[in-house]
């Protein structure tokens, strides 16, 4: 059974940090794709980083480049998405997700098949 489990959301405030954990399991974590989102109420999902696991291949979108950073655990199918420099604008319900296999960097939500269940990320000013 193919589980997305995020972790370590929270409330921050301006210019603080979190970091997102997304542990992995069911699936070959190796020879996927994996991708952090996030929404907020009435908006499209939006990719902000896209991720291949074990080579350390990752892209971001614009609007987080520079401030968040993806690592991993892959002893652990473990994925981190290390936030910095936290903004107002960046309070979402985040989520870890994975395409089983390796497709190219991706912020499109239909390149992922798996979607964990989110976690919510509140940065007040």
Known sequence: QVQLVESGGGSV?????????????GFSYVRATMGWFRQ????????VASFYPGGGVSAYAASV?????????NTKNTLFLQMNSLKPEDT??????ASPGRVPLSFSSSDYTYWGQGTQVTVSS
């Open 65 to 73: 480049k520079g401030r968040f950073t993806i690592s991993e655990d």
């Open 40 to 47: 907020t109420p009435g908006k499209e999902r939006e990719g």
């Open 92 to 97: 979402a319900m985040y989520y870890c997700a």
């Open 13 to 25: 405030q301006a210019g603080g940090s979190l970091t997102l954990s997304c542990a992995a399991s």
